[in-house]
């Protein structure tokens, strides 16, 4: 049980485009989902948690215009990179975590690799 | 500031051996640590997760432990095999807050 998807697995766009990235929690409802980023050779950074239903809340130094986050249900949250950039390049991973999960526990998804040309 | 160190910060090891992570943390108040297995270009995958009344677990060759005393955390693997290589990251959680510490990972080369 707790499996979460992402899809793509992986994305190759041009600069200036904007691209969808969707996590789905397949087998639980997830009442908070995260979005992280991670750089080559870097841990996981934390860029925004989001409820369903209200608005995400962004880390300190994460553009919320740039990276729109929708939870619009208990299990599918999506991150849109809005006008992507080379240095938006990266491996973007989310977690959720279903409402009475012992420990408070996230169940990570297997990542979206982003390449922006 | 709720910090995680892990050390190594890499180590190569024949197929076969033992070998030994480590992971300081300040988090505070604990709540629990986890250790996690990131395989190159996946998501990370949970191996063990204890609390601050468990000193030891085990998930097969895996077997983490927690002095929360010294806030110390070590995950050991043994018999190791090529499967064995990826990226192991020490995570603890402080009470009442959802969010997560994260190390910066051991990344582990097995050899055959």
């Known amino acids: 049980g707790a499996v979460v998807s992402q899809h793509p697995s992986w994305v190759i766009c041009k600069s200036g485009t904007s691209v969808k990235i969707e996590c789905r929690s397949l087998?639980?409802?997830?009442?908070?989902m995260f979005w992280y980023r991670q750089f080559p050779k870097q841990s996981l950074m934390l860029m925004a948690t989001?409820?369903?239903?209200?608005?995400?809340?962004?880390e300190q130094g994460v553009e919320k215009d740039k990276f729109l986050i929708n939870h619009a249900s208990l299990t599918l949250s999506t991150l849109t990179v809005t006008s992507a950039h080379p240095e938006d390049s990266s491996f973007y991973i989310c977690?959720?975590?279903?409402?009475?999960?012992?420990?408070?526990?996230?169940?990570f998804g297997p990542g979206t690799r982003l390449t922006v040309l | 500031k709720n910090q995680v160190e892990q050390s190594p910060q890499s180590l190569i090891i024949l197929e076969g051996k033992n070998c030994t992570l480590q992971?300081?943390?300040?988090?505070?108040?604990?709540?629990?640590l986890r250790w996690y297995k990131q395989d190159t270009g996946r998501g990370p995958v949970s191996l063990t997760i204890?609390?601050?009344?468990?000193n030891t677990k085990s998930n097969g060759r895996y077997t983490a432990t927690l002095d929360a005393d010294t806030k110390q955390s070590s995950l050991h693997i043994t018999a190791s095999q090529l499967s064995d290589s990826a990226s192991y990251i020490c995570?603890?959680?402080?009470?009442?807050?959802?969010?997560?510490?994260f190390g910066a990972g051991t990344t582990v080369t097995v050899r055959a």
């Open positions: 087998d639980f409802q997830a009442t908070t």
């Open positions: 204890m609390t601050f009344s468990e």
């Open positions: 989001s409820n369903e239903g209200s608005k995400a809340t962004y």
């Open positions: 977690s959720a975590m279903p409402g009475l999960a012992a420990y408070n526990e996230q169940f």
């Open positions: 995570v603890v959680s402080a009470s009442g807050d959802y969010k997560l510490s």
């Open positions: 992971c300081n943390y300040t988090v505070s108040p604990f709540s629990n």
